[in-house]
């Protein structure tokens, strides 16, 4: 199905018709970044808030079903037509700072905003905001973080995307504008709380009960003294075991661990005995005292170069503080909850990503060019070493078929506040790439890479692979952030809830217009 003359020429008349696109012209809007469903009636790219009330409002008259694409940094069908009588809204040009607001300590931006345009704006101020994008962030948005529920910069300290929203501008399914927190009652979005939280229930929504427009977040002063440290270990209960005791006493701002897979393509091996010097004065250097740095010395540190190349995992921390004393002091006592656990590498990981915190799309594709998916699971520490023996099982017993189709998987890993484990895997295979892959990795990477046909073999196992992974971390008592259309909810939800959130949903959307598929909500 084709867009009609009628609603291309209505959409024009809205946001003017270069932010109209049909066909071939959008394809690397419409496909994420694991694959392309249906093709949609069109892409329209709003700029103004009003346009996105008005293109809504066009949508419920004419019975059209609208998607929401924030970044587009997703990977489990959040945003793709499900149907080919469905619009995509594409919030790309919605990207203004609406305000920053240093006495009152908040600031309001436009859904469409990415990380990256943020934290420029407010590194020249000297704030932050408390949760503050994730690794993707020179494409992933605020709105799309907030729709998602996302983690990495700031989440040691600070917990996920949605724990830093104060107040939320939602378009609802008729086009009306629904503002959150305090803003619902006064002229300010200065507070989350005011009744029952509103904010919080359009957090991990999927775009499917509203459309964010614009997301008002807390500011803080940023903290001027940081230190790096990483370590490694023999196995994966030792890793698991020393980020739950450090996640109990939030002790640093950003980490992120790897398994041996993944870290070969994120660290380089440190093959001179420089780094062992440089790792020993580090940890002399950030210990609060001499005497505590040489017992330090004694435990880890000068064997890191040997062990840094054949350790099966990898874990990464960044610490700030209001000056050098409270950083080595975080920093000692994360060295102490490690010790019997691992040893310490140089930070050489962590200390690329503070200097580079939104990276490039290298990593939607392999180290070799190969196609890539991610998923995940949130356990309670608790049933994480069940799992882990359960996931080794299941690939050890398909190593044969996956070795045969070039299929090769990695791990990354982190708390989620003091009690959640987030297992997250990606998957790799040999196959084509997308628009979608040639519109978002710089192209003299993009050139380097090898190139592979269609290899519709592979995609279909990972497909059936990837079901059975979700099987598993569902069998385990894992929940989800990015739900999307992959993730079961709507199945998992006991029947107090799903009634309450169904009825929610038809409240807001009783056209079922939102976000269409998404949650599952409306399937029987």
């Not at 690397?28 to 069109?42: K, W």
């Not at 009330?53 to 694409?69: P, T």
């Not at 924030?70 to 790309?92: E, H, R, V």
Request: some cysteine; charged content about 20%; aromatic content about 8%.
């Amino acid at each position: 199905m084709t867009v009609s003359t009628t609603l291309s020429e209505q959409l024009a008349a809205i946001t003017g018709s270069d932010q109209v696109l049909v066909g071939e012209a959008g394809s690397a809007l419409y496909t994420d970044v694991y694959r392309q469903l249906e093709t949609p009636l069109a892409v329209v790219r709003p700029s103004e808030v009003e346009q996105l009330q008005d293109i809504v409002r066009l949508c419920a008259r004419e019975g059209i079903a609208v998607n929401i694409r924030g970044g587009g940094a997703s990977y489990t069908d959040g945003y793709l037509a499900d149907s080919p009588n469905q619009l995509l809204i594409d919030l790309s040009q919605l990207n203004r700072i609406v305000e920053i607001n240093e006495e009152d300590a908040y600031v309001t931006v436009e859904a469409g905003t990415t990380w990256e345009t943020l934290k420029q704006a407010l590194d020249e101020r000297g704030l932050r905001t408390p949760f503050w994008g994730p690794f993707s962030g020179m494409i992933a948005t605020v709105g799309g973080s907030m729709s998602q529920n996302t983690i990495s910069h700031g989440s040691g300290a600070h917990g996920i995307s949605a724990q830093s929203a104060l107040s939320m501008d939602v378009v609802m399914a008729d086009g009306a504008l629904l503002r959150t927190g305090s803003a619902s009652a006064t002229d300010s979005p200065f507070l989350r709380y005011f009744g029952p939280d509103l904010t919080g229930l359009f957090t991990g929504d999927c775009g499917s009960l509203g459309i964010k427009a614009r997301i008002t977040l807390p500011l803080l002063k940023q903290r001027p003294a940081h230190r790096n440290v990483s370590f490694a270990f023999p196995d994966f209960g030792s890793m698991h075991k020393s980020m739950r005791l450090i996640a109990q006493e939030r002790l640093e701002d950003t980490h992120f661990s790897l398994d041996g897979a993944l870290s070969q393509g994120q660290i380089a091996r440190q093959d001179n005995a420089g780094d062992t010097l440089r790792i020993a004065l580090s940890i002399l250097n950030s210990s609060p005292s001499w005497w505590e740095g040489f017992k330090q010395l004694a435990s880890a540190g000068l064997s890191a170069r040997r062990i840094i190349g054949k350790s099966a995992y990898m874990t990464h921390y960044i610490v700030e503080g209001i000056d050098d004393s409270e950083v080595k002091s975080r920093l000692h006592r994360i060295r102490q909850l490690v010790t019997g656990l691992g040893t310490e590498i140089p930070a050489t990981a962590p200390s690329v990503v503070r200097g580079m915190p939104f990276a490039p799309f290298y990593n939607t594709l392999g180290p070799n060019g190969e196609r890539w998916v991610p998923l995940h699971g949130i356990l309670p520490h608790s049933r994480v070493p069940g799992f882990h023996t359960a996931l080794v099982d299941l690939f050890h017993s398909r190593e044969a078929e996956m070795k045969r189709l070039g299929i090769w998987h990695g791990g990354m890993f982190a708390t989620v506040g003091s009690s959640g484990f987030l297992y997250e895997l990606a998957l790799y295979w040999p196959d084509e790439i997308t628009d979608y892959h040639r519109a978002v990795v710089p192209a003299d990477y993009l050139a380097q890479l090898p190139v592979y046909e269609s290899n519709a073999e592979a995609r279909a196992y990972v497909h059936e692979l990837k079901q059975a992974l979700t099987d598993l971390y569902v069998s385990h008592g894992a929940v989800n952030f990015q739900l999307g259309k992959a993730y079961p909810y709507r199945e998992r939800l006991q029947a107090p809830a799903l009634d309450l959130i169904r009825n929610i949903k038809q409240h807001l959307d009783p056209g079922h217009s939102l976000a269409a598929g998404n949650l599952g909500l409306l399937e029987d």
